[in-house]
């Protein structure tokens, strides 16, 4: 099984205050982008605040139609879907977001808040579905009896472990992971990522993990994918892109997370300027104004995606 | 003599569920020019170390109740509240987390730096405009004069930090506290502002006390560091000593516990359990129950200090060198 999104666009009109008629300008939140997702392995989406991420996740969650663009779910365009087709759709892609404040009803029970994906149809399924429940509270270590609690009797990592259960209780093929630890205490993402790693093992399941955390998406992702101002910039084996990364914002970016010691300092190509206004992105390559590296014909050319080695593939004219 | 000598603070909050122990006996010094990493997790204390220093704690709910915080043996626990306003912004400055917060979205960013330059120095026309500008254009903010009349919402994120930084830093304090300062911050936006604030430190020589839960920022960034957990500081010493021959059991457990950058790590080493409740501490060590070497005493009595190096001490009764302190 496979989910792909070919040529993805999404364009946010930009109003200032109230207006009719057409907008004055558009925000190019993702502007064609192609990625895939296989069975079994972890898609890592790496970039700073502004450069897509949640946006390509949101697509892929159906919680956006996107401007231009497919998704692909084992071969089959989206739109083609009827209502069982996306009902299976949703089944299969789950998520879990960063804040498990937020994410989790206060007022509902953690049995409703798990089984709510579930399909309700027939008269027997009531038992069914409460044996669902315990079972993925089980896979994600929680107790039994954490059914009956509401989620504020929860620490954060356990409202987290909720979350996962929620996106467990379908048996879906892919789950997406936006920020999945980020908000949670050191001693405790740990926790988190090994019960993410160990589930995969398991169930088989595929993740699309958007994560500004470096660290984090280097332990779990096995691919990677670079975005940078609504677009590709870098994609390969996750080991691969971080240690020879082939694009200079990619190099700049890892450049930039620190190592746990200190004498593991290293040089840090600094990148002056800021990242580029999404209403009106720079011509030729996005990140001319800002790479060290920049050339006269990265001004003007918008460079082409291209396998630079096997497996790697960048959007840069140094290659 | 240190520029500021913190000993036994505590600060407890009353609550109508009971007492929080926040800051449970907390102890530090700190050189001119020095960098302290104050890390540990939410809940341990960090926030309202600092905030005590400064006599900022939320009353009347929490209340320092008992310690010394000398700055320049001036403690700071026995002035006044008319002391103490002079004593902040000038003496003693602050970055808080998230800029947006910390900065009055009402007014314009000159206005704000004027504010902490003509109350602290009594500046006023030109003279203040060129000391304000002075303080933006040493935290790097590229076309100061044009930056004067913009507001936050005009700012992006790093120079919205800088600007506060800007703030802080106008009147020369001998001590700066940094609180998450990068936390709001994407990475390369982070990687610049750290280096922008070591510069200014080395130009100034401010002391810092950086607050953070990232080891990455004290690995790149401090010269000491203090670990917290459940109020108190279990471990602290120099950067190196601590990342090489961490001594608690709760530091090496982080240390383990963490993805890093550099190397793949084939399977992280969980800590296990939760973070204790700060109003029903256990009677020892609060780390005690999470912890994979504890012996009974330490489900009892608390640790005492075991000074390891110069310099580096740890609570912990299963630290090496903790034998010669038993008795």
């Not at chain 1, 993805?8 to 925000?27: D, H, I, N, S």
């Not at chain 1, 979350?163 to 999945?180: G, N, Q």
């Not at chain 2, 800088?162 to 982070?190: F, G």
Request: charged share 25%.
């Amino acid at each position: 099984m496979m989910l792909k999104g070919v040529g993805l666009k999404k364009y946010f009109p930009a109003r200032r205050g109230f207006t009719l008629g057409r907008p004055p300008g558009w925000v190019r939140a993702l502007d064609g982008v192609s990625v895939q997702v296989a069975e079994g392995e972890t898609l890592g989406i790496v970039g700073e605040s502004g450069s897509g991420k949640t946006t390509l996740a949101r697509l892929f969650l159906l919680l956006e139609r996107p401007t231009a663009g497919s998704l692909l779910f084992d071969g089959t365009p989206i739109e083609t879907f009827g209502s069982r087709d996306l009902a299976r759709y949703r089944r299969a892609v789950q998520a879990v977001f960063q804040d498990p404040y937020s994410s989790l009803d206060p007022r509902m029970r953690v049995e409703h808040i798990v089984a709510e994906p579930l399909p309700r149809d027939g008269g027997a399924s009531r038992a069914v579905r409460r044996e669902r429940v315990l079972e993925v509270l089980q896979l994600v270590g929680l107790r039994r009896d954490s059914a009956s609690l509401y989620p504020h009797e929860f620490s954060g990592g356990q409202r987290q472990r909720i979350a996962i259960a929620r996106a467990l209780a379908t048996t879906p093929k892919f789950i997406v992971l936006d920020e999945p630890v980020s908000a949670l205490d050191v001693s405790i993402r740990a926790q988190i990522l090994n019960l993410l790693k160990d589930l995969q093992e398991r169930l088989g399941l595929a993740y699309l993990m958007i994560s500004h955390d470096l660290a984090a998406a280097r332990y779990l992702a096995t691919r990677l994918a670079v975005m940078y101002a609504g677009q590709l910039v870098e994609t390969g084996d996750c080991d691969a892109v971080y240690t020879e990364p082939l694009h200079p914002y990619t190099q700049a970016l890892l450049s930039a997370a620190l190592p746990l010691h200190p004498s593991a300092r290293r040089r840090r190509i600094v990148l002056t300027g800021e990242v580029p206004n999404p209403m009106n992105p720079p011509a030729g390559c996005r990140f001319h104004p800002r790479c060290p590296q920049a050339m006269p014909q990265c001004r003007n050319d918008e460079p082409a995606w291209k396998e630079v080695k096997p497996g790697r593939f960048t959007a840069c004219h140094l290659y | 003599m240190a520029l500021l000598e913190v000993d036994h603070l505590t600060t407890h909050f009353f609550t109508r569920r009971g007492v929080t122990k926040a800051v449970d006996g907390v102890s530090f010094t700190l050189d001119t020019g020095e960098t302290l990493a104050l890390v540990g997790e939410s809940g341990s204390g960090k926030s309202v170390t600092c905030l005590s220093l400064v006599r900022l704690v939320p009353e009347p709910a929490g209340r320092i109740i008992g310690g010394r915080v000398l700055l320049d043996g001036e403690d700071l626990l026995t002035k006044s509240p008319a002391q103490m306003r002079r004593v902040r912004g000038k003496q003693i400055a602050m970055v808080l987390q998230d800029p947006m917060t910390s900065l009055n979205p009402g007014l314009t960013i000159g206005t704000q730096i004027s504010e902490v330059v003509r109350r602290h120095q009594g500046l006023r026309g030109g003279a203040l405009r060129t000391r304000v500008l002075e303080a933006l254009s040493r935290l790097r903010i590229p076309g100061a004069e044009r930056r004067l009349e913009h507001y936050q919402h005009q700012l992006s994120g790093g120079m919205r930090q800088r600007v506060s930084s800007a703030i802080a830093m106008s009147c020369a304090p001998r001590l700066l506290i940094a609180d998450e300062p990068t936390t709001s911050l994407d990475v390369t936006i982070q990687a610049q502002y750290l280096d922008l604030l070591k510069d200014v430190q080395q130009a100034t020589g401010v002391a810092v006390i950086l607050v953070t839960h990232d080891f990455g920022i004290v690995a790149a960034n401090a010269d000491r560091v203090a670990v917290m957990y459940a109020g108190r500081i279990v471990e602290i010493g120099d950067t190196l000593d601590v990342f090489n021959h961490p001594a608690h059991p709760y530091t090496r457990a982080l240390l383990r516990c963490l993805p890093d950058v550099e190397r793949k790590r084939e399977r992280l080493v969980e800590i296990g359990g939760q973070p204790p409740d700060l109003i029903r501490l256990p009677s020892g060590c609060p780390f005690a129950p999470r912890c994979p070497e504890r012996e009974p005493r330490c489900e009892t009595e608390y640790p005492p200090a075991v000074r390891l190096g110069d310099g580096h001490v740890a609570h912990c009764w299963v630290a090496p060198g903790a034998e010669a302190v038993r008795g």
